[in-house]
Every structure is written in structure tokens, then in C-alpha cells.
């Protein structure tokens, strides 16, 4: 029996949709998340940013424009929503963990997101293609083009507990 190329790699659930399923969470487990993608995949682009916040964090980030997100919070009050510059994404940082898992971004009503590729569990780190990214100087008109172009945009945010 050969076995799909999405188990081999990602070592992560294959659901019988042939879907891949890829979880992710802070240190703490407050924040965690599933990326449901298709199972084309042969790599994850794993983007280094070099924004202020992110050379600070080592935030490295994934999307993919067909990719689904579901988030669970746990406990809503310890995740600090951080915002800088246009302020027009949100770092989910969790406060009793310090780990940043995601980031969302509201665009024309709908919710967007980014992964942190650090919070990635269970996931063959060769399957990361590890790429530089620099957005700085980026206009703000442009900038939330090109996260709904790119970033993950059907995330469902579910809160369990305050
Ligand atoms: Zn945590």
C-alpha cells in the first residue's frame, strides 16, 4: 500500500477528504489552532518577516488563500491582542506563555490570519521551504490587497471561556 505523500510529510491528520490537517499552539495550549489545506502540498512557505515586531519575536508565518483556520482561546483575558504602525493587524500573543501563534487581520468584514510556523506540532520541519519577507514601506491600501490575496481566509475564532 502506498502511502499519500500528505501523511509521509506532514506527519499531521489526513482526514478520508484527503484533506491535511496541520495543529499549532502556544507553549501554554490557551491558543491553539487546526489549518485544514489541500493535499497538493509538497512544502509549507515559512516566511521570516522582518518587520519591528517580528525580528524582535523570530516571527515566522504561513498562509495559503485555500486554507481554512479554526482558533480556540481558552481563556480570552490572558491573549493580549497587539497592534502597531497601521494598525490594522493583531498579534495574538498569549499572556501567561509569551508565545504568538496567529495573526488576524479584518478586512471588508471578513477575518484573516496568518500561522506561526514556530507553533506548528507534529510537523516535519523539511517540509518548511524557509523564505524572507519584507512588507516595510508598503502602502496601506496595498497591504490589505495582498493579505486577501494570500492570507488564510476562512477563520473561524471561537472563544471558550473568559
Ligand atoms: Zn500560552
Redesign the pocket.
Known amino acids: 500500500m502506498v502511502v499519500p505523500a500528505e501523511i509521509r510529510l506532514y506527519g499531521a491528520t489526513a482526514t478520508e477528504t484527503g484533506l491535511v490537517l496541520i495543529h499549532g499552539a502556544?507553549?501554554?495550549?490557551?491558543?491553539s489552532f487546526s489549518l485544514t489545506l489541500e493535499p497538493d502540498p509538497v512544502e509549507i512557505v515559512a516566511r521570516a518577516c522582518n518587520c519591528s515586531f517580528c525580528t524582535k519575536h523570530g516571527g515566522v508565518w504561513t498562509s495559503r488563500p485555500d486554507g481554512e483556520l479554526e482558533v480556540l482561546v481558552q481563556h480570552s483575558a490572558l491573549v493580549s491582542r497587539y497592534a502597531f504602525g497601521t494598525k490594522t493587524a493583531e498579534f495574538h500573543i498569549?499572556t501567561?506563555?509569551g508565545?504568538v501563534p496567529i495573526v488576524t487581520s479584518r478586512i471588508d468584514g471578513g477575518l484573516y490570519a496568518v500561522v506561526s510556523v514556530n507553533a506548528f506540532e507534529g510537523v516535519e520541519p523539511s517540509l518548511l521551504r524557509r523564505a524572507a519577507a519584507s512588507f516595510e514601506g508598503e502602502e496601506e491600501d496595498t497591504r490589505l490587497e495582498r493579505r486577501k490575496r494570500n492570507w488564510i481566509p476562512n477563520v473561524n475564532y471561537v472563544e471558550i471561556g473568559a
Not at 502556544?26 to 491558543?31: A, K, L
Open positions: 502556544c507553549h501554554c495550549r490557551n491558543i498569549c501567561r506563555c508565545v
